[in-house]
């Protein structure tokens, strides 16, 4: 079966301009995970879907970042306007199970706002 | 609340000898636990995980961590390291559901050297 699969692997845009990241799940995977690790500290959740809907949002930092899952399938994460403290690496994760055996994490996505 | 702790950042230690990377938790509840690794530009990847059962879980390339409850720990090991296993090291804890957020270290960085 297909992984997690994110796009784009990097991205580099400016201070103030909008960008959006998408992972796709395998497929079947009620549960979506979107975590970051900002350079040189600890990977931090961000938040949990079930289907379409936000099971958990508690890590989101604040309402410049927007996530949505179309139709319980992919999902979005969109940084607008983005700071430079927004720099960092975006890890997408899903699992299909209620009980938590551990997640099927995507590559990544590296952005970095200058 | 649940929280990891990886005393050391960074070890290096040459090809063929032992290694031991620390991991110790904080959980009011019973948990599940994990070692990720991160390869040069790759994602995250599930190494080994323990859920219940025998307190020694293995992985397929040698590693070995054991689950000690009494000291709240969950050390990775493995007896003779190759240059391949250069890689980031997560120790990660989770509640027993999917709705469990999935809390991760601030990561080991394991050189190896030839």
């Known amino acids: 079966e297909a992984g997690v699969t994110q796009f784009p692997s990097h991205s580099v845009i400016e201070k103030g301009q909008t960008v959006t990241l998408r992972c796709d799940p395998i497929s079947g995977h009620d549960n979506l995970y979107w975590y970051r690790r900002v350079m040189g500290k600890e990977i931090k959740f961000l938040l949990h879907?079930?289907?379409?809907?936000?099971?958990?949002e508690s890590g989101m930092p604040n309402n410049r970042f927007l996530a949505e899952r179309t139709g319980g399938t992919y999902s979005t994460l969109k940084v607008q306007p983005a700071e430079l403290e927004d720099s960092g690496v975006y890890f997408c994760a899903s699992s299909q199970d209620r009980r938590n055996y551990g997640y099927t994490f995507g590559s990544g996505t590296r952005l970095t706002v200058v | 609340a649940q929280s990891v702790t990886q005393l050391d950042s960074q070890v290096p230690v040459f090809e063929e000898a032992p290694v031991e990377l620390r991991c110790n938790y904080s959980s009011s509840v019973s948990v599940y636990l994990f070692w990720y690794v991160q390869y040069p530009n790759q994602g995250l990847q599930l190494l080994l995980k323990?859920?219940?059962?025998?307190?020694l879980v293995k992985s397929i390339n040698g590693f070995e961590a054991e689950f000690n409850k009494s000291q709240t720990s969950f050390h990775l090991r493995k007896p003779s390291v190759h240059i391949s296993d250069t890689a980031e090291y997560f120790c990660a804890v989770s509640g027993g559901t999917s709705y469990d957020k999935v809390i991760f270290g601030p990561g080991t960085s394991l050189s190896v050297i030839p």
């Open positions: 323990y859920l219940s059962g025998s307190t």
């Open positions: 879907f079930v289907k379409e809907s936000k099971q958990d």
